[in-house]
C-alpha cells in the first residue's frame, strides 16, 4: 500500500522522516513525504494520487482543502497539548493575551489550558480559507499582538508584521496518524478487494443478476442479465425497475411480505426461473435482488451430470414399473417394496441366484426421496478382502504400497446423500464385518491411513442368496452386524414358485433379442412353465436369447425348446409328482452334463446354466459335503 505525507511546514516533514526510519515502528507500507500547504499541497495530493496513493496525510488548513477535492481518505495530524506547549516555550516575552488560530477545533480548550499555567489565551477558530484574514483581522481588532498557528495562518500573519510562532507536531502526533493511515488503507484494500470478488461473481454468474435499492432503482445489471434483456449495464443502472421490465414483480418485495420469491417467466423466446429475496440490513428492507435462470440451460446441465454419474455407474436405472410379471406373488413383493421405500431403514433382500436382487434395490431407490442422489452397488464376492477394504472405505495417499497419489474416497463416501447396495453380503469377511458395522451404527467412516472420521448419510440395501442365520450359527457372520441389516426383509419368490409370469417373461425376452417378429406356440409356453428354471430369471434370459438367436421360422415350437433343454427328465415326466430330492438330483445331473461339455471351466458352465460362478462353486461344494 501506498500513503503520501503532505506536510504544510518543513519541521512536519523532518518529524515524519524520524518516525518512518525508527526501527520499532516497522510500518507495513511506502510513504512519500512532500512538502506543501493549501494549493500547493492539493496539487501534491493529485499528484500522489496518480502514483497510486490509498491514504494521504496532513494537517490542519491543507488537510481541510485537499480533503474537500481528492476522492481518497485524509488523516490529519492532530494537535496536541504537547504541541502548544512547545510553541509558548518559543516565545522570548509574553505580555497580554496569546491568540491561538487553527483551522479546526483542538481536541482541548486552550484558554482552560492558559488559566491552569497563567498564560492567558484566546482561541480563533478558521471555519474555511475563505474567512481566514477576516477572522485575523478581528484577532488584531481584540487587541492580540502574539500568535500561535497553523502553517497558513502563520504566513498571513508575518505578513501584517505581527509576531507570530508555528505550532510545530510532535513525533508521537505524526506516529498516531500514520498508523492510522496504515489502518486505514489496510481495511481500503480488504473492502476493494472483497468487492472486486464480488463483482468477479456476479459478473461472471451464469445467472442473470439484478438488484434495486429501496427506491426501486436499479444497482446491478450483471453481463448475463444484459443478454436476457438485451439492455446494456450502463443504460440500466440508476433506472427505475419499471422503466426496464414493466411487468417485473420485484418492486413487491420491498414491501416485505408481497415478494413472489420463485416464478417461471418467458422472456423473448426462452423460459426463465426466477428467484427473488428481499435485502435486509437490520431488519428493514434496503433492497431486492433477482436471480435468473435459463431452464434449457439447467436441463443441459442436469443431462452432463447424469452422463457423468452414468459414467461412474453411481446412478440406479431400473424401476419397478419394469419388474415383468403379474403373479400374485411378485405383486405382494412390489407392495412391499414401495413400502419400505418411504423409509430409510436399511432392508435385506433375499432370493437365489438370478432372481433380480439388485433391480429390486435399484426400484427402492428410484422409489425413495434419495432417488436424485447416488445408487452405489457392490458385489462383496467379486473383490478380495483387502481390496475390498479400500473400495468401500476409501484410502489416504501413502497408506499402502501402490495407493493412489491424492488417496480415494470410499464406495460409502460416494453414496452420501444416497444409497449403497452390498450384493451377496454373506461373503463379506469377518474382519470387515465389524469395520462395516461401525459406519452403521456411526454414520461415518475413516479412510485406510487415515486419522479423521468422515460424517455420511448413506441408506443402505443389502442382498444374500444365504441362509445368514445359519451363518451366524457357524459363527461365519456377525450377529449384531446380521440384525442391523435384516431390520426390513424382503424375499424375491425364485420363478419357479411364480410360474404364471414365464409366458410373459418369455416374450420380452424375444421382443428384446430377436431382430425380426417371433411368436411362440402354446406348447413352447407349457413346457417352459413346467421347466424348474434354478437359473430363475438370468436362466431364462439366457435360454430365450439362444432360441430367439437360432430358431429359424417365425415361431418357436415345443420342439426348440426340448432341443435347447435336450436331457432334461424333467421335461418328460413334467405330470408326474417329482419330489424335491429328485430335482436336486436333476439339477446335479445337469450341471455335471455342462460342466463336462465346457471342460471344467466353471465361468462358461456358469454363463451357460444363467446362474454366477459362487453361486455354481457353492452348490458343488454342498454335494460334496452331503455325499
Not at 451363518?471 to 419368490?493: C, G, N
Request: aromatic share 6%.
Amino acid at each position: 500500500m501506498r500513503i503520501a505525507i503532505i506536510a504544510p511546514l518543513e519541521s512536519i516533514a523532518h518529524t515524519a522522516h524520524e518516525v518512518l526510519a525508527n526501527p520499532k515502528f516497522n510500518w507495513q507500507a511506502d510513504f512519500d513525504i512532500v512538502h506543501g500547504d493549501l494549493e500547493a499541497g492539493l496539487e501534491q495530493a493529485y499528484r500522489a494520487v496518480e502514483r497510486g496513493a490509498e491514504v494521504i496525510i496532513s494537517r490542519g488548513g491543507t488537510a481541510s482543502y485537499i480533503a474537500s477535492h481528492i476522492q481518497i481518505p485524509v488523516v490529519e495530524i492532530q494537535v496536541t497539548v504537547f504541541d502548544i506547549l512547545q510553541a509558548l516555550q518559543c516565545i522570548n516575552t509574553i505580555s497580554g493575551v496569546v491568540g491561538v488560530v487553527f483551522t479546526r477545533r483542538l481536541l482541548f480548550e486552550c484558554e482552560k489550558l492558559g488559566n491552569m499555567i497563567g498564560i492567558p489565551m484566546r482561541e480563533y477558530f478558521i471555519e474555511n480559507e475563505l474567512v481566514r484574514q477576516e477572522i485575523i483581522n478581528g484577532a488584531i481588532r481584540d487587541g492580540i499582538e502574539t500568535f500561535l498557528g497553523d502553517a497558513s495562518s502563520v504566513n498571513l500573519l508575518k505578513q501584517q508584521g505581527l509576531k507570530v510562532y508555528p505550532i510545530e507536531s510532535g513525533t508521537d502526533a505524526v506516529a498516531k496518524a500514520v498508523h492510522e493511515a496504515v489502518c486505514l488503507a489496510g481495511v481500503r484494500r480488504k473492502e476493494r478487494e472483497k468487492a472486486e470478488l464480488f463483482r468477479t461473481i456476479i459478473d461472471s454468474s451464469a445467472e442473470g443478476i439484478v438488484a434495486i435499492d429501496s427506491k426501486g432503482h436499479v444497482t446491478t445489471f450483471n453481463p448475463t442479465a444484459e443478454q436476457i434483456f438485451q439492455i446494456p449495464s450502463s443504460s440500466a443502472v440508476g433506472k427505475y425497475i419499471g422503466e426496464l421490465v414493466p411487468d417485473d414483480k420485484l418492486r413487491g418485495c420491498l414491501t416485505g411480505d408481497k415478494c413472489d420469491n420463485e416464478d417461471v417467466k418467458l422472456i423473448g423466446d426462452r423460459v426463465y426461473a426466477i428467484k427473488r429475496i428481499p435485502i435486509k440490513l437490520n431488519g428493514e428492507v434496503v433492497g431486492a435482488i433477482a436471480n435468473l435462470q435459463d431452464v434449457t440451460q439447467l436441463q443441459r446441465f442436469e443431462q452432463v451430470v447424469r452422463q457423468k454419474l452414468n459414467k461412474k455407474g453411481l446412478v440406479a436405472k431400473f424401476h419397478l414399473e419394469q419388474l415383468i410379471g403379474s403373479s400374485r406373488a411378485l405383486e405382494l413383493v412390489k407392495e412391499r417394496a414401495r413400502q419400505y421405500s418411504a423409509t430409510d431403514t436399511t432392508v435385506l433382500i433375499t432370493g437365489e441366484s438370478g432372481t433380480g436382487k439388485e433391480l429390486m434395490a435399484q426400484s427402492i431407490h428410484n422409489l425413495s426421496n434419495r432417488k436424485n442422489g447416488p445408487f452405489v452397488a457392490v458385489n462383496c464376492a467379486a473383490l478380495p478382502e483387502n481390496l475390498l477394504e479400500s473400495e468401500l472405505f476409501g484410502y489416504e495417499e501413502g497408506a499402502f504400497t501402490g495407493a493412489k497419489k491424492g488417496g480415494k474416497p470410499g464406495l460409502f463416501e460416494l453414496a452420501h446423500g444416497g444409497t449403497i447396495f452390498l450384493d451377496e453380503i454373506g461373503e463379506i469377511p469377518l474382519a470387515l464385518q465389524a469395520r462395516l458395522l461401525r459406519v452403521l451404527q456411526e454414520k461415518e467412516v475413516m479412510r485406510l491411513g487415515g486419522d479423521k472420521v468422515i460424517p455420511i448419510d448413506v441408506r443402505v440395501l443389502s442382498a444374500t442368496n444365504q441362509e445368514l442365520m445359519k451363518l451366524v450359527e457357524k459363527k461365519e457372520f456377525r450377529a449384531d452386524l446380521y440384525y442391523r441389516l435384516d431390520v426390513l426383509r424382503l424375499h424375491i419368490p425364485p420363478l419357479r414358485e411364480r410360474r404364471e409370469d414365464i409366458p410373459e417373461l418369455v416374450r420380452h425376452f424375444v421382443k428384446k433379442y430377436s431382430g425380426k417378429k417371433i411368436g411362440l406356440t402354446d406348447e413352447a409356453i407349457w413346457l417352459m412353465q413346467r421347466y424348474p428354471w434354478y437359473g430363475n430369471i438370468r436362466e431364462l434370459e439366457n435360454v430365450v436369447k439362444r432360441l430367439a438367436l437360432l430358431v429359424r421360422e417365425s415361431m418357436i415350437e415345443a420342439e426348440d425348446v426340448r432341443q435347447e433343454l435336450a436331457g432334461c427328465e424333467f421335461l418328460a415326466d413334467s405330470e408326474s409328482g417329482r419330489t424335491s430330492d429328485s430335482l436336486d438330483v436333476w439339477e446335479k445331473q445337469k450341471i455335471d452334463e455342462i460342466l463336462l461339455e465346457e471342460k471344467y471351466n466353471y465361468t462358461r458352465a456358469a454363463k451357460r446354466l444363467g446362474v454366477s460362478r459362487t453361486t455354481l462353486w457353492r452348490k458343488m461344494k454342498e454335494w460334496e459335503k452331503m455325499n
